[in-house]
């Protein structure tokens, strides 16, 4: 991929329109919980960055694997903080709903590295 063809997949993902839908998702998360501001500047980076990645992964030429390894990692750590910081405060349900992201993404993460090609063997079955 070329950088000219890289600019053009971040500005399809990060155009105005998608900016604008991630402020007013960040909005009713942080209105609905009674967040601060540095929460919902937090969330707004999180959700773009989320949005953009894509792009910048195929740009690098990353597996398809390896994202998925990061991104498995990366919600059991975006959950893993958010029980740590409003596990306790939060709803049952809201716990409940964050321990299942936690899970899905370590679910998600062994399933990649599983099916890595990391894992096959010389007869290229996996293990």
Same mark, same amino acid.
Do not use: K, Q
């Given at each position: 991929? /070329?950088?000219?063809d890289? #600019?053009?997949a971040?500005?399809?993902?990060a /155009?105005?329109r998608v900016? @604008?839908?991630w402020?007013?998702v960040a909005?009713?998360?942080t !209105?609905?919980?009674?967040w601060s501001?540095a *929460?919902?500047?937090?969330l707004?980076?999180?959700l !773009?960055a989320?949005?953009v990645a894509?792009?910048?992964?195929?740009? @690098?030429? +990353?597996p398809a694997? +390896?994202r998925s390894v !990061?991104? $498995?990692?990366?919600?059991v750590a975006?959950?893993?903080?958010a029980?740590? $910081?409003?596990?306790?405060?939060?709803?049952?349900?809201t716990t409940?709903?964050?321990?299942?992201? !936690? @899970?899905a993404?370590v679910?998600?993460?062994? #399933?990649a590295?599983? %099916?890595s090609?990391?894992?096959? *063997?010389? %007869?290229?079955?996996?293990?």
């Amino acid at each position: 991929m /070329s950088l000219h063809d890289f #600019r053009e997949a971040v500005r399809e993902r990060a /155009s105005a329109r998608v900016l @604008l839908g991630w402020v007013v998702v960040a909005a009713v998360f942080t !209105v609905a919980n009674g967040w601060s501001v540095a *929460d919902f500047a937090l969330l707004l980076v999180v959700l !773009v960055a989320a949005s953009v990645a894509p792009a910048v992964a195929a740009a @690098l030429g +990353v597996p398809a694997w +390896v994202r998925s390894v !990061v991104g $498995g990692c990366c919600a059991v750590a975006f959950g893993a903080a958010a029980l740590y $910081g409003y596990g306790g405060a939060a709803a049952p349900l809201t716990t409940l709903l964050l321990v299942g992201f !936690v @899970l899905a993404g370590v679910v998600i993460a062994v #399933r990649a590295v599983r %099916d890595s090609p990391l894992t096959a *063997d010389a %007869d290229g079955e996996t293990a």
